[in-house]
């Protein structure tokens, strides 16, 4: 009940940063981007550089619990030691009237739902199992290093114009790192497992949600399954399924591709 209080609280009195203000004599705010589960993330200009960056800071309720200074620093070192063009940058790390943040690149781009609802996108079987595999070689990357992502979802990737990236570490976890999962009642969402079905599993919806693109929603019509829905291939529908973890998962990232590879050759024919 404490908990709750002072996280309610915290909520209450925590307010964004307001733009045109500088932070730590440096970072001049542009705008705040969004609200994470550990962090503010703001666009700001770096007035020594005048280069764009993202800048995020961490949150009242998080500083006050040791849990949440660990995640936000295990999210900073995640990101530092990723080199790889798919992935932002990492910049500097500082603090600012005591509250910690880092930096790191700005990449300019437009998730799949803008593109979709915004830009007017229809997605073919094709086309969204191939941007599919190529955020699968980000996944594949990460669980090269033992990291699982563990957020794979349509906010978190940015298409900027001619490839994926993908963004928002702050639930990544090396596999291993954590406690052992508690086995109750309470079903844990296999999102926030700490394998690499966890990352499958979100590609699986990330998939449906660029398939579901292509879809004619009609008012007044009983709801169906995606498998009902979607006029797709059973290869496709094969691929889902086992990332879903309907059917038996995926191990790794090399059956996914070699299944992608398939059904990608065999709709090209």
């Known amino acids: 009940m404490l908990k ?31 609200m994470g589960s550990y962090g503010h993330s703001y666009l700001v200009m770096d007035l020594s550089t005048q280069q764009m960056k993202v800048l995020k800071a961490l949150r009242i309720h998080k500083r006050m619990t040791k849990s949440g200074r660990k995640g936000f620093e295990l999210e900073k070192g995640l990101l530092k030691s990723i080199n790889h063009p798919g992935f932002p940058h990492y910049f500097e790390e500082g603090a600012d009237k005591k509250i910690p943040f880092y930096t790191m690149e700005y990449i300019e781009g437009k998730n799949f739902e803008q593109l979709i609802f915004s830009e007017g996108w229809s997605i073919t079987e094709l086309g969204a199992f191939k941007i599919a595999e190529e955020l699968l070689t980000l996944i594949e990357f990460l669980h090269s290093r033992d990291i699982i992502h563990r957020d794979i979802r349509i906010p978190n990737v940015i298409f900027n114009g001619s490839k994926v990236r993908l963004i928002d570490l702050g639930l990544g976890r090396y596999i291993g790192q954590d406690k052992v999962e508690k086995i109750g009642t309470k079903q844990i969402d296999l999102r926030k497992r700490i394998n690499p079905q966890a990352d499958f599993y979100g590609l699986g919806h990330f998939l449906l949600f660029l398939l579901y693109s292509n879809f004619s929603f009609e008012t007044h019509k009983k709801e169906k399954s995606w498998e009902e829905e979607l006029d797709i291939s059973s290869r496709a529908k094969h691929i889902i399924r086992r990332l879903l973890q309907i059917e038996t998962a995926y191990d790794d990232c090399s ?3 070699e299944d992608i590879r398939r059904l990608r050759n065999k709709g090209e024919n």
């Open 255 to 257: 059956q996914i591709r």
């Open 4 to 34: 709750r209080s002072v996280l309610f609280l915290a909520n209450l009195l925590e307010r964004p940063i307001p733009s045109e203000e500088v932070i730590a004599g440096k970072f001049k705010v542009i705008k705040h981007l969004g």
